[in-house]
């Protein structure tokens, strides 16, 4: 993502009562942290927050915290949020490689990753939110029926990730290369960047991820 520093985000960030600051203290707590036992689902690098404000809108019976590192983009999402009542929607200003402080194991029923960074360099491919070294992270925090869900316009990252996540021990259980002509289109919410690329005519890939295994643990 592109990014304007907006001078005064960071302590607009530390201020937000929408987003959580010393959030290890709640590792293992989150249910205890919205008061109620629902399921918890989280967005690995959620940009400015339409996707995951939509789905907090669409149910309110799932508990969503949206992560993005930088504090410029996060706070276009937290402007949003501060427009509705939405008291199952948090965030995070966090990088991704702590997710494990944060949650504890099997804590989270669902990891959405859309239209993540590609990192097209080979040096940097452990930076990919869909590498090896972060399916390992969420393999660490996942429910054990629990999925990853990812969405890309970028062909590149997805024919990665299509060989990647297996590698990584996991089970592609669904996948297409057109999502918006696809039976997987159903109930769809779209990213800002989904928006933006298809817009523009590209085609949407989505997969989605299990752990593999006999009883998927
Ligand atoms: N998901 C949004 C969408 O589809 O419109 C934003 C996509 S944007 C290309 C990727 C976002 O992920 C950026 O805002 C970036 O800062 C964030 N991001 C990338 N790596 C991250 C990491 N390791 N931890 C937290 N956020 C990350």
């Known amino acids: 993502m592109r990014l304007r520093h907006i001078p005064g985000s ?10 959580i600051s ?12 919205f008061g109620n036992e629902n399921p918890l689902h989280i967005e690995v690098g959620m940009g400015k927050g339409r996707f995951i404000t939509e789905l907090a809108a ?5 508990n969503y915290i949206g992560i993005e ?3 410029s983009v996060l706070l276009k999402a937290v402007e949003k949020r501060s427009l509705l009542f939405l008291p199952n929607l948090y965030f995070l200003c966090v990088d991704a490689r702590t997710l494990p402080d944060i949650f504890a194991e ?3 029923d669902r990891i959405y990753l859309n239209f993540s960074d590609p990192w097209p360099k080979d040096r940097h491919a452990k930076r990919r939110l869909t590498s090896p070294q972060f399916m ?29 996540i297996p590698e990584a021990g996991w089970t592609i259980i669904a996948s297409t290369k057109d999502l918006h002509h696809s039976d997987m289109a159903e109930g769809n919410i779209m990213t800002e960047y989904e928006a933006k690329f298809s817009a523009m005519g590209n085609p949407i890939c989505k997969l989605i991820a299990v752990r593999s295994g006999e009883s998927n643990r």
Request: hydrophobic share 35%; net charge negative.
């Open 10 to 19: 960071e302590q607009q960030i530390e201020e937000s009562p929408f987003v």
């Open 22 to 33: 010393g959030p290890e203290e709640f590792r293992g707590q989150w249910n205890m942290f």
């Open 58 to 62: 669409a149910h309110p019976e799932i």
């Open 69 to 71: 590192r930088y504090t």
């Open 106 to 108: 099997g804590e989270v």
């Open 136 to 164: 390992a992270l969420y393999d660490r925090i996942l429910a054990p029926e629990g999925q990853v869900e990812f969405k890309t316009d970028n062909m590149g990252l997805f024919d990665y990730s299509l060989e990647s």
